[in-house]
Structure formats: C-alpha cells, structure tokens
C-alpha cells in the first residue's frame, strides 16, 4: 500500500474514532494486565462480566494473592482456560510484590517475564497504560492488515515489524485499536461488511461483499 494510502486509511479511522481504546474494562495498570492475560481466547465482553466482579475483591497483586488461586477460578471459571490464567495471574502478582513493590513494570523485557505475559500481552500493557506507542498483533490486526495490504506478513511477528514500519508516527500511538475495532465490527473473520467499509477504496482486497 502507498505512503499516501496509508495515511489516508488511518486519517479516516481517526475520523471516525478519535480516541479509540480497548474495550476491557480496568481502572489500573495492574487491572489491564489481569484482563489482558484473561482475554487469550476469550472475548472481552466475557472478560469484563468475570472482572466486574473479580476486581471489587482483589485488583492489587497482594488482594490476589491474599484472595488465592482457587478462590480466583471461581471468579474467573466462564473464561475459556481459566485453570492456568488462574495460577499465572497468581503467579504474575506474587512476582509484581515481590521484586516490583507491587507495581507493573514499565519495560517490555520485565512484562515479557512474567507468567502468561508474552509480546501481545506486553504491547497492549505498554500501550494503553503507558503511553508507549506500541502495535500489539491479535487476531484481528492480522487479518486486517493481510486482507487490506495495509501490512501482509505471514505471522503476528511479521505484520508487527511491517506495522512499525509503514504507519506515520502520528497515528501510532491509537493505530493498535483503530485496526482491533476495525476487525471486530467491520472487517469480521467470516463475512467483512464491505459495503460499510471506509476504507474500501484503498483495500486491496479482491472478494469484497456487497450489499444485501
């Protein structure tokens, strides 16, 4: 995709969306980082109906610890893999006492490192809670940049590093949401809803739907 399409793509979503955010539901970094490693293959509508109960009785590492494991899977059980989301969120809050005085870290390398935190995790922590203007590539990046031509790549890794290279600094910061929400309501897995799509004159891809 051109330089001048691009922008233009990204100048529309703005448009439309000028302040996009996750739609996870938190209140702290430390309550992002739980929902974050809960919402693995899991939706954020069933993450946040188990939080909006869960984060009352323990959104600090040490209320989760105190809490424990066993009592957090009953918080947690509609969550798909909840049994290891389980004892990594325990495992993470233990960590974040221990050696951060309770406090998530701000380097990529620190959040790698904990229990069930890996790159995506890192980026969206980054990201929405502090600023940093990183592209974490879930499901619906992928696709969408695939499908647009916007940024192919054959893996999550691959878009990522074409991402950090053909989106202008000025969009960077939101581009992550812009592209998930994108995804999510418009250029949706099974049927992408081309015909109310503003981006459908710079998409590059071949079989789009028309209107009913």
């Known amino acids: 995709m051109k330089r001048a399409d691009v922008v233009e793509l990204f100048s529309r979503l703005r448009e439309i969306d000028p302040h996009p955010t996750t739609e996870l539901d938190y209140s702290t970094p430390f309550e992002l980082l739980v929902a974050v490693v809960l919402s693995a293959q899991a939706t954020d509508v069933g993450v946040n109906k188990a939080t909006k109960k869960l984060f009352p009785v323990a ?123 994108h995804g999510r309501y418009v250029c949706k897995a099974r049927k992408p809803d081309c015909p109310q799509c503003v981006i459908r004159d710079l998409c590059r891809y071949k079989d789009k739907t028309v209107a009913d």
């Open 59 to 181: 959104n600090t590492p040490q209320a989760m610890l105190d809490l424990g494991e066993e009592k957090l899977k009953g918080y947690i059980s509609t969550i798909g893999l909840f049994n290891g989301k389980a004892k990594n969120v325990i495992a993470l809050s233990r960590i974040l006492v221990e050696q951060y005085d309770s406090e998530v870290p701000r380097t990529r390398e620190a959040l790698e490192a904990l229990p069930g935190v890996g790159r995506k995790t890192a980026n969206v922590v980054l990201n929405t809670a502090f600023g940093h203007a990183t592209i974490a590539v879930d499901t619906h990046i992928f696709r969408v940049s695939n499908r647009t031509g916007l940024a192919p790549g054959k893996d999550v890794r691959a878009v990522e590093d074409k991402l950090e290279k053909v989106v202008p600094a000025e969009f960077k910061q939101d581009a992550h949401h812009w592209l998930i929400l």
